[in-house]
């Protein structure tokens, strides 16, 4: 089993920055890819950028140039760089891993609040 457990959310002014962590803990070595996904109120959950085991990265279109996804190298934690945050960055944001064992099968943590606003 996999868990994962998110870090680094919080109230930023517009323009600023925050730095989200997810580390993952439990049989890494079966997780194909890890990303993040947001949901605002009233939304729906949307994919906000994800990495696969080969580094390969996707990012939603409004985020592309502001946000990074990331990971160190023994891939247990990623991280999402998010930079000139803007109110409709608000939301509450989730990490989630694609594990493969027999089937797969997606994991999520528990959530963290990001508040964008003056």
């Known amino acids: 089993q996999v868990q994962l457990v998110e870090s680094g959310g919080g109230l930023v002014q517009p323009g600023g920055s925050l730095r989200l962590s997810c580390v993952a803990s439990?049989?890494?070595?079966?997780?194909?890819?890890m990303g993040w996904y947001r949901q605002a109120p009233g939304k729906q959950r949307e994919l906000v950028a994800d990495?696969?085991?080969?580094?390969?990265?996707t990012y939603q279109d409004s985020v592309k140039g502001r946000f990074t996804i990331s990971r160190d190298n023994a891939k247990t934690t990623v991280f999402l760089e998010m930079n000139s945050l803007k109110p409709e960055d608000t939301a509450v944001y989730y990490c989630?891993?694609?594990?493969?064992?027999?089937?797969?099968?997606?994991?999520w943590g528990q959530g963290i609040q990001v508040t964008v606003s003056s």
């Open positions: 989630n891993a694609i594990v493969q064992v027999i089937a797969t099968s997606v994991v």
């Open positions: 439990g049989t890494i070595s079966r997780i194909a890819a």
């Open positions: 990495i696969t085991r080969g580094g390969t990265t």
